[in-house]
């Protein structure tokens, strides 16, 4: 008996269909499956598709050629996620993906495609997305916390529980965020660790700390144990101030002195001492 196959159906009456029936979950493990519901799966024209400022920005070529011959070979396993707003589509995961299959020249590509979500909702989604892979710049995920604290103006505990970091990790991910353009620039090209620019945001605001910076521009600090090396060595050459004697202490110390012999032996070697460093 011959076997029997549906109907065939043009590509403009085909519908869509829910990410929640029948896609392996595990291809939604680096998103947020709560926002991600009720998202629609379709192939879509990659030139359809726009791109917005994304959470990564730090994207290396080599990696990159190596995404394009595994998608040539083995397809695209995770689909891209965009966001349709009117009759346009804006890419919200999956930048590293859609560049790939550029280089090869692929046409189009599997997307899930959410409609009528708000700007948090799709930063958060990005955000998850993300954070999930390893190779994502501390940097990139500093200024992606910071934007998101700005578009929502809310508290560091809210964005600990929408984003589900910890409350330390977002707190120094917005200390990191407010430095420089120029020294998270250079700690991108050096990949210097993070403790390097907390560290150096800590450190008091004078010459010492601007010949730190000029180093850390250069990549000749990109490690803690350097920066703390650098650290010591200029506090050694730092020459050492002299104790300054007030004569307000010293008046002082003398009115409170009158019965005990100890305060008056010590306002007498204060004078001295003041007087010394008058003829010095």
């Known amino acids: 008996m011959a076997k029997e196959f549906s109907a065939r159906v043009s590509k403009k009456e ?11 979950e595990r291809i939604l ?11 629609q799966l379709a192939t879509i024209g ?23 011959e595994n998608i040539k070979v083995n397809g695209l396993i995770q689909p891209l996620v965009i966001h349709r707003e009117n009759d346009k589509f804006f ?30 909702e799709l930063m958060a989604i990005q955000f998850s997305e993300n954070q999930a892979r390893e190779d994502l710049h501390y940097i990139d995920q500093a200024d992606s916390i910071f934007g998101y604290q700005k ?29 420089p353009k120029i020294i998270k620039e250079a700690a991108k090209q050096f990949n210097t660790e993070k403790y390097v620019l907390l560290e150096w945001d800590e450190l008091p605001k004078n010459e010492f700390r601007d010949e730190i910076l ?4 250069k990549g000749e600090i990109t490690k803690r144990v350097q920066l703390k090396k650098i650290i010591s060595q200029l506090e050694i050459q ?21 019965k005990d012999p100890r305060l008056q032996a010590k306002a007498k070697a204060m004078m001295k001492e003041m007087m010394e460093e008058r003829i010095q």
């Open 14 to 24: 085909r519908k869509l269909t829910d990410i929640t029936t029948g896609i392996d």
């Open 29 to 39: 493990k680096s998103n947020d499956q709560k926002l991600l519901r009720g998202a």
């Open 46 to 68: 990659l030139d359809k598709i726009s791109v917005r400022e994304q959470v990564r920005t730090k994207f290396n070529d080599e990696s990159l050629r190596e995404l394009a």
């Open 91 to 120: 890419l919200i995961c999956g930048e590293r993906r859609f560049r790939a299959m550029n280089l090869i020249d692929l046409k189009e590509a599997p997307c899930f495609i959410l409609e009528n979500k708000t700007k948090e």
């Open 151 to 179: 578009l929502t103006g809310t508290s560091e505990r809210k964005i600990t529980a929408a984003l589900g970091i910890s409350k330390s990790e977002v707190h120094r991910c917005l200390m990191i965020a407010k430095l």
């Open 214 to 217: 000029e180093k850390i521009l």
């Open 238 to 258: 730092k020459p050492k101030k002299k104790k300054d004697t007030s004569a307000d202490e010293l008046l002082k110390v003398i009115k409170t002195q009158i």
